[in-house]
């Protein structure tokens, strides 16, 4: 079936930096390159086969070609393409925010909710994000605090650093902060609801638009319980799994594995170079890089010095 290298869309919001392209070689149309949506179908940004005979065309281009089989017998319970895969620079803070589950999202957006988990490739000193609340709140308290500008004191503020490891779970508020680099997994959705955004003025002048009475509907208004349901895997739930792949040239410089009929197969780069085979053909890989793997291409091997990120989509429990 081949191995797909893929080119991503790029987001110049207004809370990001140029990491991704001084560091990881994305390609960059103005100042900002605050996201690149590395392996996507979604029509706000999709992903482009940059290898072979499909090379110059979108991976959902690919999919509508190909089949629905390429994607793997486990994904047939969903109707889109299930996940969107991200880099992230937060040269400033982004929004206090929350996403909705599936329910509510395709009632109210005619998309898929979205819980996502978040890997931190880098971190300056001091660096924090925001995860859940400190102590339950009422429905009223959360208002009132959105109106008086007040909600940050009662956020859970969760100091960052190199190789953390958070799951955000739909209704989960959440926002990450300025100096962090992020890997970013989630369910395939651009639905985000703003609660609050440090009265910053968008790129029409004016400032930019929070959705206060839906975040109402969709927030949990209680601390996030942790849980080790994931092991042995750093995330795992019904959207996707995903596994930290850490080969250091010398003594672990090889992982073998096997891509079934149950799903494909997504292979991030967050550090190094190598090269990836599956069946007769290879493909050089390096830091940034974002591979695709068909359901069904059977035995792979990665080679090399890496740090990676690798993401499939397992039966539904």
């Known amino acids: 079936?081949?191995?797909?290298?893929?080119?991503?869309?790029?987001?110049?919001?207004?809370?990001?930096?140029?990491?991704?392209?001084?560091?990881?070689?994305?390609?960059?149309?103005?100042?900002?390159?605050?996201?690149?949506?590395?392996?996507?179908?979604?029509?706000?940004?999709?992903?482009?086969?940059?290898?072979?005979?499909?090379?110059?065309?979108?991976?959902?281009?690919?999919?509508?070609?190909?089949?629905?089989?390429?994607?793997?017998?486990?994904?047939?319970?969903?109707?889109?393409?299930?996940?969107?895969?991200?880099?992230?620079?937060?040269?400033?803070?982004l929004s206090i925010q929350v996403h909705p589950d599936n329910r509510y999202a395709q009632e109210h957006e005619g998309q898929y909710g979205k819980t996502e988990m978040w890997y931190v490739m880098d971190a300056d000193e001091g660096a924090f994000l925001y995860h859940g609340f400190e102590k339950e709140i009422s429905r009223e308290e959360f208002a009132k605090r959105i109106e008086e500008d007040t909600l940050l004191e009662v956020l859970h503020k969760v100091p960052?650093?190199?190789?953390?490891?958070?799951?955000?779970?739909?209704?989960?508020?959440?926002a990450i902060g300025k100096g962090i680099l992020v890997a970013e997994i989630q369910q395939n959705s651009n639905v985000t609801y703003r609660v609050y955004d440090y009265g910053r003025i968008g790129k029409d002048g004016k400032r930019r638009e929070l959705h206060v009475d839906k975040a109402l509907d969709v927030t949990k208004r209680a601390p996030v319980v942790k849980d080790a349901s994931h092991y042995p895997h750093i995330a795992d739930c019904d959207y996707f799994t995903v596994d930290k792949l850490n080969l250091n040239g010398g003594t672990m410089e090889t992982m073998s594995g096997y891509v079934s009929d149950a799903s494909f197969l997504s292979f991030l780069v967050l550090d190094g170079e190598g090269t990836i085979t599956c069946g007769e053909e290879t493909v050089d890989y390096k830091k940034g890089d974002s591979i695709f793997l068909p359901a069904g291409s059977g035995a792979y091997t990665v080679k090399g010095m890496c740090d990676a990120l690798v993401t499939t989509i397992r039966d539904q429990k």
């Open 160 to 174: 960052v650093h190199k190789g953390d490891v958070l799951f955000i779970e739909a209704g989960t508020i959440h």
């Open 1 to 93: 079936m081949g191995i797909l290298k893929l080119k991503p869309s790029g987001k110049d919001y207004i809370w990001g930096g140029r990491r991704l392209a001084d560091e990881y070689g994305k390609e960059i149309q103005g100042d900002i390159l605050a996201e690149t949506w590395e392996l996507s179908c979604h029509p706000d940004g999709p992903s482009y086969i940059t290898n072979g005979k499909n090379a110059g065309k979108t991976l959902h281009q690919y999919i509508e070609e190909n089949g629905r089989e390429v994607l793997g017998t486990n994904c047939a319970r969903f109707e889109d393409f299930p996940i969107l895969v991200k880099f992230i620079d937060a040269q400033d803070n």
